[in-house]
Nanobody
Framework: QVQLVESGGGLVQPGGSLRSSCAASGSTFNIYRTGWYRQAPGKQRELVAAITSGDSTNYADSVEGRFTISRDAVKNTVYLQMNSLKPEDTAVYYC?????????WGQGTQVTVSS
């Protein structure tokens, strides 16, 4: 089992920045991919960014150049740095880890971009 704790959401004005964190505990030794997803009201959950254990990254076109995903292997924590935020980035952001024993989701953290 893997437990995930997300933090770092909040309310920010357009153009602002936030950094969200996803801290994993439990059976973390075989995690090979961590992704940040988001779900806005009335929309499907979508992948925002992902990082592998080899530090390969990929991003949704809508956030490329504005968001950066990174990880601290010692702390078992993955970060999502969100810059130049737009109102359309408003959503609940979820962390998901994939390991050889399964996939696990965090509880989600709300990000609201509004003036």
């Amino acid at each position: 089992q893997v437990q995930l704790v997300e933090s770092g959401g909040g309310l920010v004005q357009p153009g602002g920045s936030l950094r969200s964190s996803c801290a994993a505990s439990g059976s973390t030794f075989n995690i090979y991919r961590t992704g940040w997803y988001r779900q806005a009201p009335g929309k499907q959950r979508e992948l925002v960014a992902a990082i592998t254990s080899g530090d390969s990254t990929n991003y949704a076109d809508s956030v490329e150049g504005r968001f950066t995903i990174s990880r601290d292997a010692v702390k078992n924590t993955v970060y999502l740095q969100m810059n130049s935020l737009k109102p359309e980035d408003t959503a609940v952001y979820y962390c998901k880890v994939t390991s050889i024993i399964g996939a696990y989701w965090g509880q989600g953290t709300q990000v609201t971009v509004s003036s």
